[in-house]
């Protein structure tokens, strides 16, 4: 068994496109499928709303919970995180200039989304923090725990 879980993301827009909605969900299926016939879980990683558009945090993560339940697979509640974040802490900028992809802030953040969902672990007190001030590393893994245990309390943990 060459892997335990297959991590899966589609571009920013993809699931709440028009066009690309159905292609989304389409090999959200496929993925998911080629995942557990090598023995792997699926797991969808939930993208977030671009930094000018939040309105879309609601419309991607009602697609990745459909997606997830479609596949019974488990959701990383990412994007749910940076909305989270932006609402305690709107100085703190998660995105690069493009308004789209991750700072080192956002790649952080994710990536304690990740920890804190996929292995269930609280990251509060990770000693690593990518260089980010103490007080900023600290706020990004509290968040990314709270963010994952009331996601995960409510929408539950797919084939995990």
């Keep these: 068994k060459p892997f335990d879980v297959a991590i899966i993301m589609d571009c920013s827009q993809c699931p709440i496109h028009p066009q690309l909605k159905p292609i989304f969900f389409e090999y959200a299926a496929r993925r998911s499928a080629t995942a557990r016939k090598h023995g792997a879980a699926p797991i969808l ?10 309105e879309m945090t609601q419309q991607l993560a009602a697609e990745y919970i459909k997606a997830g339940k479609e ?3 488990l959701v990383v509640p990412a994007g749910l995180a940076f909305a989270q974040s932006m609402a305690k802490r709107p100085d703190l900028n998660l995105y690069v200039a493009d308004k789209r992809h991750p ?5 952080y953040l994710a990536a304690c989304t990740v920890v804190a969902s996929v292995y269930k672990t609280n990251p509060v007190g990770l000693k690593y923090t990518a260089g980010l001030p103490p007080e900023v590393a600290a706020h990004l893994q509290a968040v990314a725990w709270e963010t994952s245990q009331a996601f ?3 929408e539950g943990r797919g084939g995990l």
């Design 152 to 154: 995960h309390a409510k």
């Design 71 to 73: 596949n019974n697979a």
């Design 103 to 107: 700072s080192l802030m956002g790649t």
């Design 45 to 54: 990683f939930m993208s977030w709303a671009y930094q000018d558009k939040p």
